[in-house]
Each structure stands twice: as structure tokens, then as C-alpha cells.
């Protein structure tokens, strides 16, 4: 079965405090992303990476920024955390390669900053 | 941003009745896809329907799709208490995703 884990089910930082949630897959999947989910609005995408180094910039990428040194790990890291990045963040992979591309998706980091 | 918008937010049912809930987009599609959340975990796919079908069927779930109205729908038959969850459209052009707000659906026992 396909997996996709985060690191963490539950993170608390304090504003100012620089943030990392590590996202791994082990399917080998080419693409790869990072969502957050807040009520209303659905899930809205921050980054995604095509491939080992590479990224894109999604609708909100603001105060964010990516990593991705193995194809296997995506990285999503809060610079200077805020309040307003208290969210649900989501990882999620795909195979590229797909004609049709379904998302696989980790349980989620519900990251509280205070 | 959005593309899908799911109607209604909140759906309540009791078991062994039919859920549907629709999705409405603005703008071309490649395919369609529904997935589903439990309360605070990630979401799972449930159905892709290409632009070029117009139903498909999935155990108890049945999805429609209407490219002139911009349209789908997700049937769930015959629901259980363990449907409860949000349900969630994402349309795929040229692999950019766009998931709506999703539809609430509590089925009680």
C-alpha cells in the first residue's frame, strides 16, 4: 500500500519560531505536495516539487518555503511562524507518469502557533 | 484558489438512506475526482471520472459528470454510519488540482 507519512499529528511553536514539517513517501512518486486545509476554505496548495530540487510556487506561498534533497522527503518550512499559519497542513504525492494524477495524501499536521 | 464548490456544506442523513452531493466548477477539466476525510486525518481518493465519461460507478458510489453544466455529482448508496466524513471534488487540468470546501455528510445510525 501506497504510504505517505508526516512527521508529526500535532506541532505547537511560538510565534517568531522557525518551523519544519518532513513529509515521506514510498512509492517513488515524482510529485509532490504541501497543502493547507482551514475551514471554509478548503485546501489550498503552498508548494509542489516535480522533482529531486526542484519547485513550483503555489497560490499561497507566502512565508513559506520547500525543500526536497531526496526524492523520497519534501520539506515544508515556516521561516518566522505567525498566527495566521495556524492551520492543517497536508503532504501529498503522485506518480507523473499517470494519465490520471491521484493524489495520496498523509494524515496531516494540525499546527497550532501561539 | 477554489475551483470546485460543493453543495450542500452539511448533509445529515440516517443509515440506509442515499447521500448526494454535487460540485460545480468554472473551468475546463481533464477529470474529476472525489475523496473523502475523516474528521482530522488526510484525505483519501475515492473515484476519478474522466472529461470524456459521464458516470461512474464504485461499490455504493456513483459519479456524474455534466461538462456543459460544469457539473458533477457523488451518490452514495445505501449509507452507513461509517460514511460520515467531508467529501471533497478536485478538478485536474493539465495536472493542476483545485479542491472545493467540501460537502459535511453525518450519517446517523
Known amino acids: 500500500d501506497v504510504k505517505v507519512t508526516q512527521s508529526s499529528r500535532y506541532l505547537v511553536k511560538r510565534t517568531g519560531e522557525k518551523v519544519f514539517l518532513e513529509c515521506v513517501q514510498d512509492m517513488d512518486h515524482e510529485n509532490m505536495f504541501w497543502y493547507r486545509q482551514d475551514p471554509g476554505l478548503g485546501l489550498r496548495l503552498i508548494y509542489f516539487?516535480?522533482?529531486?530540487?526542484?519547485?513550483e510556487k503555489g497560490d499561497i506561498p507566502e512565508g513559506y518555503s520547500v525543500s526536497r534533497e531526496k526524492k523520497e522527503r519534501f520539506s515544508l518550512i515556516l521561516e518566522s511562524a505567525s498566527t495566521n499559519q495556524t492551520s492543517m497542513y497536508l503532504c501529498?504525492?503522485?506518480?507523473?507518469?499517470?494519465?490520471?494524477?491521484?493524489?495520496?495524501f498523509g494524515s496531516g499536521t494540525q499546527l497550532s502557533v501561539l | 484558489s477554489q475551483q470546485g464548490e460543493e453543495d450542500p456544506q452539511a448533509l445529515s442523513i440516517q443509515e440506509g438512506e442515499n447521500a448526494t452531493m454535487n460540485c460545480s466548477y468554472k473551468?475546463?477539466?481533464?477529470?474529476l475526482q472525489w475523496y473523502r476525510q475523516n474528521s482530522g486525518r488526510g484525505l483519501v481518493h475515492l473515484i476519478l471520472i474522466r472529461s470524456n465519461e459521464r458516470e461512474k460507478h464504485s461499490g455504493r458510489l456513483r459519479v456524474t459528470l455534466d461538462t456543459s453544466k460544469k457539473s458533477s455529482s457523488l451518490l452514495i448508496t445505501a449509507s452507513r454510519a461509517a460514511d460520515t466524513a467531508s467529501y471533497f471534488c478536485a478538478t485536474d487540468y493539465n495536472n493542476d488540482m483545485r479542491f472545493g470546501a467540501g460537502t459535511r455528510l453525518t450519517v446517523k445510525p
Open positions: 501529498a504525492s503522485s506518480l507523473v507518469s499517470s494519465r490520471d494524477e491521484k493524489l495520496f
Open positions: 473551468t475546463s477539466i481533464n477529470n
Open positions: 516539487s516535480y522533482d529531486v530540487k526542484m519547485k
